[in-house]
T-cell receptor, first 114, second 113 residues
Framework: QKEVEQNSGPLSVPEGAIASLNCTYSDRVSQSFFWYRQYSGKSPELIMSIYSNGDKEDGRFTAQLNKASQYVSLLIRDSQPSDSATYLCAVRRAYGGATNKLIFGTGTLLAVQP | DGGITQSPKYLFRKEGQNVTLSCEQNLNHDAMYWYRQDPGQGLRLIYYSQIVNDFQKGDIAEGYSVSREKKESFPLTVTSAQKNPTAFYLC????????????FGPGTRLTVL
């Protein structure tokens, strides 16, 4: 089992729809969770971080965390063609000497159709 | 203007040569990281450093070396021992602790000819 799992996609949604991206993780001691957006040929850009159970909203983006189910998701409302990118989920453990290390999923490719 | 810079943006290397990729940050972050990304693949951690003069191997350190003599700088050397070095190399930095966010530089694309 991978430590952080994402569906590779592509996830295709029409413009204006809600895109739902999902991520599961295996380590129960994980404490912080991040979503990055990566356009083709570019470096990852941090778009959301979440640390507590529940929802966190920032503009059109909402991150949802459920630690009991070891599940984190990203919702993108009113999806735009410019949202088309690969979305990376990252999880940080908080034990031992490697408290800063992030574990990345392989990413979900989102395609927003005009 | 705070951020992370990497140079060069593109690098071509002949087989058997060592090359050094530069990474500089002015975010006052203690921790710095090097990742490798291959086409269609996820990020793989090469080396990381949580403090000056200290660094640890990541998941794929063989064929790479680093130094951390200054807080701002974390150069990566790709040695001739690295069997398949053609990839996109990403440098990142963060503060210490579980709740600090990690930011990436623009990357260096290395091609071995």
């Amino acid at each position: 089992q991978k430590e952080v799992e994402q569906n590779s996609g592509p996830l295709s949604v029409p413009e204006g729809a809600i895109a739902s991206l999902n991520c599961t993780y295996s380590d129960r001691v994980s404490q912080s969770f991040f979503w990055y957006r990566q356009y083709s040929g570019k470096s990852p850009e941090l778009i959301m971080s979440i640390y507590s159970n529940g929802d966190k909203e920032d503009g059109r983006f909402t991150a949802q965390l459920n630690k009991a189910s070891q599940y984190v998701s990203l919702l993108i409302r009113d999806s735009q063609p410019s949202d088309s990118a690969t979305y990376l989920c990252a999880v940080r453990r908080a034990y031992g000497g490697a408290t800063n290390k992030l574990i990345f999923g392989t990413g979900t490719l989102l395609a927003v159709q005009p | 203007d705070g951020g992370i810079t990497q140079s060069p943006k593109y690098l071509f290397r002949k087989e058997g040569q060592n090359v050094t990729l530069s990474c500089e940050q002015n975010l006052n972050h203690d921790a710095m990281y090097w990742y490798r990304q291959d086409p269609g693949q996820g990020l793989r951690l090469i080396y990381y450093s949580q403090i000056v003069n200290d660094f640890q191997k990541g998941d794929i350190a063989e064929g790479y070396s680093v130094s951390r003599e200054k807080k701002e700088s974390f150069p990566l050397t790709v040695t001739s021992a690295q069997k398949n070095p053609t990839a996109f190399y990403l440098c990142a930095s963060s503060g210490q602790g579980a709740y600090n966010e990690q930011f990436f530089g623009p990357g260096t694309r290395l091609t071995v000819l």
